[in-house]
């Protein structure tokens, strides 16, 4: 199986899928975050949810979903990741027990992060949701150091873009990350987990 696997990068802004269009691969991501993108009429956006190396692209086809995607699939920080064909997936879920039990537990991972990152939109500040998302990129990349636009934060969080330049700034002054033409760095991520609201700490820990 591992010899149909193919690994490459993937890009910030790049597409894996359009909202619709038909699931060839699952994609399993080694380092980056994949957003899963709704797009309004009105032009606005909003992140469903994020995958990082603890999970994949393509579980709503082992839960009966079809072949067509559900949501527009964004590269949001460079990474690298596997793609394996739904017909290799399939013959995996069909032969070996323990990779239906491992996708079935990400299902879980998912749908919990899913439902505390609903709670945190709704409750938390946008500063504090900011350092969530933050962090939990943090933790799926390889280096302090990654690519991500304020536009592209304020994309995936439904803000102003203006609010995450205000809220970046105000960071890097206190010491806690320094931002520079697209490339965030963290600088101390003890200060920045204390910024952050409860949330991070709950949705962290159903991924260990």
């Not at 394996?84 to 749908?111: H, K, N, P, Q």
């Amino acid at each position: 199986m591992a010899s149909r696997i193919v690994t490459r990068p993937f890009g910030a802004g790049e597409v894996i899928y359009k909202d619709g269009g038909a699931f060839t691969h699952a994609v399993f991501p080694h380092a980056g975050v994949l957003s899963l993108m709704a797009y309004m009429g009105a032009g606005k956006s909003v992140e469903k949810a994020s995958i990082g190396l603890e999970g994949f692209l393509g579980f709503v086809m082992i839960m009966g979903g079809g072949d067509r995607a559900i949501s527009t699939s964004v590269g949001q920080v460079p990474g690298y990741a596997s793609w394996l064909s739904v017909a290799d997936l399939d013959e995996a879920l069909s032969e070996f027990i323990c990779v239906r039990e491992t996708m079935l537990r990400y299902g879980r991972l998912l749908i919990s992060q899913t439902m505390e990152a609903v709670a945190c939109n709704s409750l938390h500040s946008a500063e504090q949701r900011i350092v969530r998302w933050l962090l939990h990129a943090h933790d799926r990349v390889e280096s302090e150091r990654f690519a991500i636009t304020q536009q592209a934060i304020a994309e995936v969080l439904g803000l102003r873009r203006a609010t995450v330049s205000v809220t970046c700034s105000r960071l890097q002054e206190e010491g806690a990350l320094d931002y520079s033409r697209g490339i965030l760095t963290i600088v101390n991520r003890a200060l920045l987990e204390a910024r952050a609201c409860e949330c991070y700490q709950r949705i962290r820990r159903f991924a260990l």
